[in-house]
């Protein structure tokens, strides 16, 4: 019986020391390829940036881009360097993705892939410079039940058809949410979109109207001030009614305003609050509140503004 | 040689800008954030620093006084983050940031505006 209890524990013993073992190797492996893209990610970033500024017309070489994993790395710097720079000559960059296949390549995984893991890809893609036949692989996507990869497939296609910009987001069946529309005015802001502000607040579309207005508030356009209070009094949205008074919170533009007073009439009492924070923020005077606030909401106006909440607002 | 050091905890674009900065005839160093840069700060002078982040200069630390010794107008200070609001522009150059660039950044126009700091140095 001894015996047998030896021999149990002997095999237990030897499993437990494989296990580890394999743990170890596992992890020894993944450390390794961590460093090794760490390694490769630098080194490609350098080549990027030299055939940047060398520009002579070749494409630059990468090495052991053959291997597992190696290519999204490469995808990653390209996709990091037109994310975070503006005013670049995207030829270089086009032409790399090109001689890689980077754009069929990420478009074959977006296939393979589900849910975020399928956004992910299609984010790349959206800050790869690609062309119209990229877009038009993607239109499939936009139906998707994922609402990421619903939106990534857009901002692939807004990428690719500039033009098509106002088309596009008109098209788009859902409201925006305010980070979808950041990562619209990211794509402006490196000038893949083109910034005509008119077009877009006087548009029937809610989600056109919402870029226009976010447009707005970041350039501080105050001539589209008449625009706003149009807009207000029109009525025909009360979310965008509320994000078109925001704005012109933004701009400090008077808000002693017929418009403005109905608007806020119509809103409801935490919508009137979150207008009140925005006030505060925007070092608004509490002077005139009472002929747009009740007595309460005035009250609670300067309390924000007299306590340390106005930091908070 | 004139010096400058890039400060981030995102390696990716402490490189893309030190890359961008390459070839002004100036010594680039990099570092993290935190107290790595105000380590780094305290035992060399450099002439600029490019800090790429705004965390660092709102966590109290007074990061300014720290980076700038006493009575000296050296190192000149730029920040260049994501964020866009005036209020935090405003702040940062309250608080003496000389110049503020936000990302996407224009590495021409960076470039640009470190070789004329540099030359006015």
């Known amino acids: ?313 | 040689m004139q010096r400058i050091l890039i400060a981030s905890d995102d390696e990716f674009a402490r490189e893309l800008i030190r890359l961008a900065l390459g070839g002004l005839g100036a010594e680039v160093r990099c570092s993290g954030c935190g107290e790595a840069m105000e380590n780094l700060c305290a035992r060399v002078l450099f002439d600029l620093v490019i800090v790429l982040r705004t965390a660092p200069f709102f966590c109290g630390r007074e990061l300014i006084g720290r980076l700038r010794p006493e009575g000296l107008r050296r190192p000149a200070i730029y920040a260049v983050s994501w964020q866009q609001a005036e209020s935090t522009v405003l702040s940062l150059l309250e608080c003496g940031v000389d110049q503020y660039m936000t990302f996407p950044i224009s590495l021409q126009r960076l470039r640009a505006k470190v070789a004329d700091n540099l030359i006015r140095l």
Request: hydrophobic letters at 50%; charged letters at 25%.
């Open chain 1, 1 to 313: 019986m001894n015996s047998f209890y030896m021999i149990c524990a002997a095999i237990a013993a030897a499993a437990a020391g494989v296990l580890l073992a394999m743990l170890l190797v596992e992890t020894l492996r993944r450390r390794r390829e961590l460093w090794r893209n760490d390694i490769l990610r630098r080194r490609y970033l350098h080549i990027v940036m030299f055939a940047l500024y060398a520009d002579d017309g070749a494409v630059p070489r990468f090495p052991m881009l053959r291997r597992a994993g190696v290519r999204l790395l490469l995808a990653e710097t390209l996709a990091g360097v037109a994310a975070m720079t503006c005013g670049l000559d995207m030829t270089v960059l086009r032409r790399i993705v090109k001689a890689y296949g980077l754009d069929s390549w990420l478009l074959r995984r977006a296939r393979r892939a589900q849910g975020y893991r399928r956004a992910r890809y299609l984010a790349l893609l959206a800050s790869l410079p690609v062309d119209g036949a990229v877009a038009a692989r993607v239109v499939r996507y936009g139906t998707s039940r994922n609402r990421s990869v619903r939106f990534q497939a857009l901002l692939v296609r807004l990428a690719a058809e500039p033009m098509a910009v106002l088309r596009l987001l008109a098209e788009y069946a859902w409201p925006l949410t305010e980070a979808e529309t950041a990562q619209i005015m990211a794509l402006l802001r490196r000038g893949v979109l083109p910034v005509a502000y008119e077009p877009l607040v006087t548009s029937p579309s809610g989600n056109l109207r919402r870029v226009g207005l976010h447009i707005v508030r970041q350039f501080g356009i105050e001539e589209a001030e008449p625009l706003l209070l149009r807009m207000l009094a029109d009525a025909r949205t009360p979310e965008l009614d509320a994000e078109a008074l925001r704005t012109l919170c933004a701009l400090r533009r008077p808000l002693i305003r017929r418009e403005v007073r109905e608007c806020v009439a119509r809103m409801s009492a935490s919508e009137r609050r979150a207008l009140i924070r925005c006030m505060v923020r925007e070092n608004y005077s509490p002077r005139f509140l009472r002929r747009i606030f009740d007595d309460g909401e005035c009250g609670y106006y300067e309390t924000m503004v007299t306590t340390y909440k106005r930091c908070l607002a």
